[in-house]
């Protein structure tokens, strides 16, 4: 049996499980999709999003790309955001990094690493806003771990900036932004106390003209 092979099997027992332990699980899960949270993560393969929190398939809408970043011009990750807030109606959006995150460690580094250099300039900004107090940290992997930090509350902020988020709270539906950060070494999550859940808590400078209308 090759790899693919192997993969196609372990899904004939997993489902297989599944049903035994819960009998009508697919067919109920294929009616609806009502999760409550969307998870913007990284693509690392160690920070499984569904597993990490204790949650089933169906209750969590996830987005993930390398460093967990959120632009304003990345179609996907805005076409992700409109559907889970406008549609989903989604409570929470989680913005969860990860210590030892490849993305952030290529972002503190001055050699080329190819076409994901552009990728992570976003990165690279937040380093140099935040380089003086960064360099004040004694150790280098406390360096790295702080701009692993840094970077889900810039990307909490850049999701709070967008027109979804801003017009989910004019019209009064509840959404809270939350930047969380996961650990490899010890499986936990830390909440870094960033949570935007109003047009008050961001910048004006950010405000969309039409929605202060």
């Known amino acids: 049996m090759n790899d693919i092979e192997q993969l196609i099997e372990n899904n004939k027992q997993w489902s297989l499980r599944i049903g035994q332990m819960e009998p009508g699980y697919f067919e109920k899960l294929s009616r609806q999709q009502a999760p409550r949270f969307l998870w913007i993560g990284?693509?690392?393969?160690?920070?499984p999003a569904n597993e990490i929190i204790g949650l089933p398939p169906g209750a969590l809408f996830v987005h993930r790309n390398i460093a967990n970043i959120v632009y304003a011009a990345d179609l996907n990750c805005l076409a992700v955001l409109e559907y889970a807030i406008h549609s989903l109606k989604v409570s929470h959006i989680i913005v969860c990094g990860h210590y030892g995150c490849g993305g952030v460690q290529a972002a503190m580094q001055h050699t080329s690493h190819g076409f994901i250099d552009n990728w992570l300039n976003n990165i690279r900004e937040v380093y140099s806003q935040h380089r003086e107090d960064i360099k004040?940290?004694?150790?280098?992997?406390q360096r790295f771990d702080r701009l692993c930090e840094l970077n889900v509350i810039r990307q909490v902020r850049s999701v709070s900036h967008t027109t979804f988020a801003q017009e989910a709270w004019v019209r009064g539906q509840a959404l809270s932004i939350h930047g969380w950060i996961y650990g490899l070494n010890d499986g936990l999550v830390k909440d870094l106390g960033?949570?935007?859940?109003?047009l008050d808590q961001v910048a004006t400078a950010f405000h969309h003209i039409d929605l202060r209308v």
């Open 136 to 141: 004040t940290l004694p150790t280098k992997e």
């Open 42 to 47: 990284c693509s690392d393969s160690r920070v």
């Open 194 to 198: 960033v949570c935007v859940n109003s």
